[in-house]
Every structure is written in C-alpha cells, then in structure tokens.
C-alpha cells in the first residue's frame, strides 16, 4: 500500500527551554498527515500528528500513540507528560518525537460493537505499518518537512497502549519485542530487554517478553527488525463504556513523567545514576513512584482476596509483602534525600557510610521480598477478574463480553509477578534494576572517601 498523504506543515516554532544548566534553543515542529487506508474493502482517510522535539544532542527516543485508539486516556497522559518533559522539567537533553494515529471517532461508534471494537484496532495497525513505520525507520525525512535536523535513528522506539485490570494485578508492563513477536534480530531484542528493566525498576513496572498482542507484529516486530530497540508499554488500565476511578489519569501521567525522566537520564545512560545530590534526589523521586505502584498493588490483592476465597491466604500473603516492599522503598527514598543532603554539604564520608549501612541492606532486603512475592505469585491464577472496576452497572460489563468473543486475542499469562523490580523470564541482563541504582553509585563514593583519606 502506498502512501498517499495529504499533508498539514505547522512552520518550526523556535523557543527557550529554561533548565538547570541555563537556556538552551529547543527546537520543535508538528506536522500532519492524513493517509488513505484499506480495510475489508471500506477505504477510511486517517490523520496522524508528529510531534518533533530536540534540544541540542542526547538521547534519542520515539513514542507511539493511538494506535488502539479506545485506550486513548494512556495515550494522552503520555503526551502531557511528554510536553511538561521538554517544556518544563528542566532535563531534556536530546531527541523526542511523538506520532499519533487519530482515527476517526465515526469509524468506530456504528453500533456493531464486534466490528468497532476490530476495526478501530485493524486501523491503528495499518496505518503505523503502511505509513508511519518509514518515518521511525528513516526520520531524517520527517526531519526536512518539520525544519528540525535529524541524525541518526531512535535508541528506543516506545508504543503506548492501555489493558483491561483482569490481565493480572500489574498495571504497567513493559513488553520488549522479541522472538514471540515476528521479531528476529536477536541484538535489538537483547537492548530493549536491556532497556525495559532498568527503565521497569525504578517505575514500578512488570517487564514480560512473553506477552502476546494483536500490535506487536504490526508495530514494534517491523521497528526491532530494522534493528530499533523497541516495546511496548501497557500505560496502566482501561475500561470499555465505563469512566476511570477518580484521578486515575493524574497518578497515571505522574508515572510517565517519571518514565520519561528516568529514560533519559538512567535507563538509556547504561542503567547508572549520577553520585551528585541531584542525581540522588533524582533517585529519591523514582523510589517514591515505585512505592505508590507497590501500594496500588497491595489494594488490589486485597480486593482479590475476598472475591477468591481458594486464594484468600496466598493474596492477602502477598498483599503483606506488596506493602513492605512500599514501605522500605519510601524509607531508601528518604535516606537518598538524606545522601543528597550530604553530598551536597562536602560530607562524602557520611554519605558513603548512608549508603553502606542502611541502602545496601535494605537492597537486599527488597531483593529477598520480590522473590518471595514472585514465588508466592506462581501459585494462582494470573486471571484474578477485574478488581479495580468503578462500580458496576446492572448490565453486564462490556469488556466481559469482548473476551469471550473468539476473535479476541488472548494474551500470554504474566508470569513475571507485579511491581517494582523486574524480573524476566528469558534473558536476564544484569542486577534487579531498581537496586542497581544503588550499586552504581556506590562505588564512586567509596573512590572519593579513599581519595579523601589520602589527602
């Protein structure tokens, strides 16, 4: 299928972004387009906006919005969070573009909930494979029409997407593509793996390879393939002709703040964290996320509990370590502020010492508990039912009525548990990652403290 777009160029729009460094030229463009697409014979006009961000050189990431367009709320708390990360954070350095598949509204409101449901979803995945996927592969080219000089191609290439609360208790999973899904270049697979578990360990996400989809083969499966790293990210719930709980699309746009800060300034640096107060208090927030995750966690296990009663002794087990776990990473949050303080004030000493006695045992004790909670995990159905649904309505919910449709794909058991460490099934790349961070900054501490002794 050829590209056949009728295109709408918004002129570069130049500007300051102010951060901690000073004022840098961030230069930025939107573009759209709309595509002629073919499906079952209809043939349907879709728009697609890019987005072009770039603030001197840095890393380089793209993400993927709208390609299921009924779980819009995930796609537009990542683009809030992607216009306050190069607006207003004060760290972006680099390279972010955003494409964003809007499909008509009408093509899937007809009243034949089978057919929208499929078409809205077939839409999306033709349209990024027989449009977009030339831009991610060569952006250079959405680089002239924009006026922003591109080089070089995306170190992550990222599609959001949203999933139903009966997959399993974890609400944010990150799914590099890999051999499940098309995607033979076992190199771009080992680095998004790599990528997804540091970036997974200090938001609070699950990381799992094995899980299928319907977009993967259409969206991140050709990206891996040209040799991009790329994944998938379920942006936490949604719900199908049922409003979210009650600020659910804050928290949620909190989280990816988080996410794309600590993209860019951990998970893409190699998984380390700078020994600066900034780089401790940077961690320090990070921690605090991951304990909210941790905390949702235990509700939803608790809930769980008492609507399986076979399972009410291993739930409410793990909902026990869910909140323990929160609880010493809000602690180890508090002592890298502590750290930072320290660092700040000359005393490297002191701070070494913070971290040996109390962030290192307190390390391996977070480790000893994931394990425990993953073991105990194992034993019951990932399946739990939807746990965190908004008050139910008489009739029956729609979503109950989607699953058993035969021509819904069924998603791959979790397996890897829930939470803030990552854990994986097939390739294991390095230490828990949200640990890691600790072990990545000692060592600079402990050179500096020897230093200091010699002097």
């Known amino acids: 299928m050829s590209p ?9 729009l130049t500007g300051l972004l102010l951060g901690t460094t000073g004022a840098t030229a961030l230069e930025q463009g939107h573009l759209r387009e709309t595509y002629t697409v073919t499906l079952n014979g209809v043939t349907y006009r879709v728009p697609v906006d890019y987005y072009v961000w770039k603030n001197g050189d840095g890393h380089f ?49 007809t009243g034949d909930r089978q057919r929208d449901y499929q078409v809205s979803r077939d839409l999306g995945q033709l349209t990024f494979y027989h449009h977009v996927l030339r831009y991610v592969l060569h952006p250079e080219e959405l680089g002239r029409k924009v006026g922003v000089r591109l080089t070089g191609r995306p170190e992550l290439f990222l599609d959001v997407h ?55 083969p259409w969206v991140t499966a050709p990206v891996a393939r040209a040799g991009i790293p ?97 609880s010493l990473l809000r602690r180890m949050s508090d002592e890298c502020r502590q750290v930072a303080a320290l660092l700040e004030a000359g005393n490297r000493r002191e701070a070494a010492r913070l971290v040996d006695d109390r962030l290192l045992p307190e390390y391996n004790e977070v480790r000893r508990l994931y394990a425990e909670y993953i073991e105990g995990y194992r034993r019951i159905p990932v399946r739990i039912v939807d746990v965190v649904q908004p008050p139910s309505k008489t009739e029956r919910p729609w979503w109950e009525w989607v699953l058993e449709q035969p021509w819904f794909p069924v998603a791959a058991t979790v397996g890897v548990g829930v939470g803030a460490l990552a854990v994986v099934k097939l390739v294991k790349t390095g230490p828990i990652p949200i640990l890691g961070l600790i072990a990545c900054a000692v060592p600079p501490l402990r050179r500096s403290l020897r230093s200091c002794s010699r002097r």
């Open 4 to 12: 056949r777009p009728t295109t709408l160029l918004v002129p570069l």
């Open 61 to 109: 990431v793209w993400l993927s919005l709208g390609v299921h367009p009924l779980e819009h709320q995930a796609h537009e708390c990542m683009f809030h969070a992607a216009q306050w990360f190069v607006r207003y954070s004060g760290e972006f350095r680099g390279t972010l573009i955003v494409s964003w598949i809007r499909i008509p509204k009408e093509y899937y409101t």
């Open 162 to 216: 949203a999933h139903r609360p009966w997959w399993g208790a974890s609400e944010f999973i990150l799914i590099p593509a890999g051999p499940v899904h098309g995607n033979d270049n076992p190199t771009s697979y080992r680095k998004a793996l790599q990528i997804c578990e540091a970036l997974a360990g200090v938001i609070g996400a699950s990381v799992d390879p094995n899980q299928k989809g319907t977009s993967p």
């Open 230 to 326: 790329a994944a998938t990210f379920e942006n936490g719930y949604y719900y199908l002709e049922r409003e979210m709980p009650a600020n659910y699309d804050n928290y949620r746009t909190e989280l990816d703040k988080a996410l794309l800060e600590a993209l860019y300034l951990y998970a893409l640096e190699g998984g380390r964290v700078s020994p600066t107060p900034e780089g401790y208090r940077k961690l320090a927030h990070w921690y605090e996320v991951a304990a909210g995750v941790w905390d949702r966690t235990a509700r939803y296990l608790e809930l769980a509990a008492d609507q399986h009663p076979d399972y009410a002794d291993v739930l409410r087990h793990l909902s026990e370590l869910a909140r323990r776990i929160s």
